[in-house]
């Protein structure tokens, strides 16, 4: 099955400085890739995500960009704001039968410093 | 709209006991999974349901059953509970034409001593 590895699991990063996340994929049928963003005590939110046809992706300060011979994606925060602070996931996903299934990377703490 | 909504938010359970986690959403949306997060890991899909009346295992099914009885519902059944599922529970729902976002609800955090 897909495995993801996400880095850094912690990333401190004083505000309005730029941020990166990292991820890899292993299942090259893998395509699409979201990004999720999960505030203390709530569900995780999709911020972006990037579809495999595609290798850059932006929305203001967020975006995404995806190597697929190399099997990694990655998420890009400029101009990082207190508001950020949040635990990002990576995922990868591709259509298994009639649904289709996100493997999720285990998660990156962002903490933005005043 | 109010999305996807679970209750309890949390509970308590002794080992061998069984309860029902509720996951209702209001978008129409045909898709329904069940996750499991533990602390410091990514999220586990337990099951999903494609529509009412279907459901299929996903990585992680063990001690854990569904049903999906209408477009809306789609509970999650854990029976005999042990220490091993304390966690916390999201559900989530998606469309799956055109975006293929996946909603998620609040979670349920769950206790097994």
Not at chain 1, 36 to 51: A, C
Not at chain 2, 19 to 38: A, E, K, S
Request: hydrophobic share 30%; proline share 5%; aromatic share 10%.
């Amino acid at each position: 099955g897909e495995n993801v590895e996400q880095h850094p699991s912690t990333l401190s990063v004083q505000e309005g400085d730029s941020a990166v996340i990292k991820c890899t994929y292993s299942d090259s049928a893998s395509n699409y890739f979201p990004w999720y963003k999960q505030e203390l005590g709530k569900g995780p939110q999709l911020i972006i995500d990037i579809r495999s046809n595609v290798g850059e992706k932006k929305d203001q300060r967020i975006a995404v960009t995806l190597n697929k011979t190399a099997k990694h994606f990655s998420l890009h925060i400029t101009e990082t704001q207190p508001e950020d602070s949040a635990v990002y996931f990576c995922a990868a996903s591709r259509k298994t039968g009639s649904a289709r299934q996100l493997t999720f990377g285990s998660g990156t703490q962002l903490t933005v410093l005043p | 709209n109010a999305g996807v909504t679970q209750t309890p938010k949390f509970r308590i359970l002794k080992i061998g006991q069984s309860m029902t986690l509720q996951c209702t959403q209001d978008m129409n949306h045909n898709y329904m999974y069940w996750y499991r997060q533990d602390p410091g890991m990514g999220l586990k899909l337990i099951y999903y349901s494609v529509g009412a009346g279907i459901t299929d295992k996903g990585e992680v099914p063990n001690g854990y059953n569904v049903s999906r009885s209408t477009t809306e519902d789609f509970p999650l059944r854990l029976e005999l509970a042990a220490p091993s599922q304390t966690s916390v529970y999201f559900c989530a729902s998606s469309y799956e034409q055109g975006s293929y976002e996946q909603y998620f609800g609040p979670g349920t955090r769950l206790t097994v001593t």
